[in-house]
């Protein structure tokens, strides 16, 4: 059978779409590209976004920014050495964007200055990292992304 152009282009799109429905059905059922928003509570969160904008630009305006390290022990979060440790008070969320069940929040006990988060409660990949502290009544706001 003699195939002319006209069929050869209907067979050409035929060809065309069936592969793009094969890749976008193939896409969404692929359990690896699920991924969950950061929050549940993504818009109350929102609302509360300027306090956060005034307690980063806190944090540099005084020159009280945070170090992470990188440690055999796990991630170490270095405050500054001039602050007094008893009187910082916050907490350490650690948000995982491929899944959300790996999140976790931990509250800020120093020693030596310094908060380790250990090895087994990170697993290796990109996490986004936020520190919200209070010292001296004085609010402060650190946000990083890491690959562990």
Do not use: C
């Amino acid at each position: 059978m003699k195939i002319n152009w006209g069929t050869g282009i209907v067979l050409a799109f035929i060809g065309f779409i069936s592969f793009i429905l094969f890749f976008v059905v193939s896409m969404l059922m692929d359990d690896r590209t699920n991924h969950d928003l950061v929050r549940e509570d993504y818009y109350q969160a929102e609302m509360g976004f300027q306090e956060e904008l005034d307690a980063e630009i806190n944090s540099h305006k005084n020159n009280v920014d945070l170090k992470l390290v990188s440690t055999p022990a796990g991630l170490q979060l270095e405050f500054p050495k001039d602050l007094d440790q008893e009187k910082i008070t916050g907490t350490v969320s650690l948000y995982r964007l491929s899944n959300k069940q790996l999140d976790f929040d931990l509250p800020i006990t120093l020693s030596n200055n310094n908060l380790l988060i250990p090895n087994n409660r990170l697993v290796a990949g990109r996490w986004n990292i936020k520190v919200a502290w209070e010292h001296n009544g004085q609010a402060y706001m650190f946000k990083d992304k890491i690959t562990y």
